[in-house]
Nanobody, 115 residues
């Protein structure tokens, strides 16, 4: 059974940090491109960061560059998103996505940044 389980969200003040984790099971994690997306109320889901199977060449949207870092641990089948200097605009549900021949999504973890 394929599962992507996000964790690490919560309520944090502006300028604070959170580390999101996405634990994968049921598929060959090392063969998948892993991404973090987010969706704020009333807005479309957007790509936040992506990391290749090799862990090289991570991609970030402009608004999080220099603040967020995506990483992966294939031994633990887990992808992380370290989020620093959080802003109220980062408030959203954060989702993990795995893409190879198949595409899988997690159910999300809520991040709320208070001003």
């Amino acid at each position: 059974q394929v599962q992507l389980v996000e964790s690490g969200g919560g309520l944090v003040q502006t300028g604070g940090s959170l580390r999101l984790s996405c634990a994968a099971s049921g598929f060959t994690f090392s063969s998948y491109v892993m991404s973090w997306y987010r969706q704020a109320p009333g807005k479309e889901r957007e790509l936040v960061a992506r990391i290749r199977e090799t862990g090289s060449s991570p991609v970030y949207i402009d608004s999080v560059k220099g603040r967020f870092t995506i990483s992966r641990d294939d031994a633990k089948s887990t992808v992380y998103l370290q989020m620093n200097s959080l802003e109220p605009e980062d408030t959203a549900m954060y989702y993990c996505k795995a893409v190879s021949f198949w595409t899988y999504w997690g159910r999300g973890t809520q991040v709320t940044v208070s001003s």
